[in-house]
């Protein structure tokens, strides 16, 4: 089936400091998998995509690289700032079916 | 583009009354998603639509919940009589066709609380 693994939190990070989420996944099919943020009291919104293996997805500073050999999708950042506080969900979609989503990761920046 | 448009923000209800979310999805979107979040179980979908016939209800936690899609531009979901347990936020979302390359783009969310 389809699903996605995603690493629990809360993390917790002085601001610039560098920032992984792992991301992994089981598909039937050759998913598109994605990167969603949600800021306190707001829907989810897409971070970045990528849609082939290798594929690397970025926006903001972040990036992602589909990994089809180890079925991985991790989120990565430089310098995180006390902005980038949210919490941060990893999804895949196989066309013509549902998105599936992880259990969500919330990040805490702190000055 | 507005965007997804969820009414109301948030609903404050009583046990046992009639509860009606409603969904706008953006133009031109074929599928429609109804989505439940809470702290306990997380994103949860509850049911979705394509060009207006729903095509997974099994996220449906119950006979008291429904939902419809009457036309396009519109989706509501309702929970008669509403439980305490229900109170959650209810996320709408559609996506364009060639499901799969494309994201999904969420409302902002509708608060329910039940008492």
């Known amino acids: 089936g389809n699903s996605v693994t995603q690493m629990e939190g809360p993390v917790t990070l002085s601001e610039e400091a560098f920032l992984t989420i792992n991301c992994t996944y089981t598909?039937?099919?050759?998913?598109?998998l994605f990167w969603y943020v949600q800021y306190p009291g707001e829907g989810l919104q897409l971070l970045l995509k990528?849609?082939?293996?290798?594929d690397k997805g970025s926006n903001k500073g972040f990036e992602a690289t589909y990994r089809k050999e180890t079925t991985s999708f991790h989120l990565e950042k430089g310098s995180v700032q006390v902005s980038d506080s949210a919490v941060y969900f990893c999804?895949?979609?196989?066309?013509?079916?549902?998105?599936?989503f992880g259990t969500g990761t919330s990040l805490t920046v702190i000055p | 583009d507005a965007g997804v448009i969820q009414s109301p923000r948030h609903e404050v209800t009583e046990m046992g009354q009639e509860v009606t979310l409603r969904c706008k999805p953006i133009?031109?979107?074929?599928?429609l998603f109804w989505y439940r979040q809470t702290m306990m179980r997380g994103l949860e979908l509850l049911i979705y639509?394509?060009?207006?016939?729903?095509?997974?209800d099994s996220g449906m936690p119950e006979d008291r919940f429904s939902a419809k899609m009457p036309n396009a531009s519109f989706s509501t979901l309702k929970i008669q009589p509403s439980e305490p347990r229900d109170s959650a936020v209810y996320f709408c979302?559609?996506?364009?066709?060639?499901?799969?390359?494309?994201?999904?783009?969420f409302g902002q969310g509708t608060r329910l609380t039940v008492v």
């Open positions: 979302a559609s996506s364009p066709p060639r499901l799969g390359d494309t994201e999904a783009f």
């Open positions: 999804a895949l979609s196989v066309r013509g079916n549902q998105f599936y």
């Open positions: 990528a849609t082939k293996a290798d």
């Open positions: 598909a039937t099919g050759y998913p598109s």
């Open positions: 639509f394509n060009n207006n016939v729903p095509i997974d």
């Open positions: 133009s031109g979107h074929d599928y």
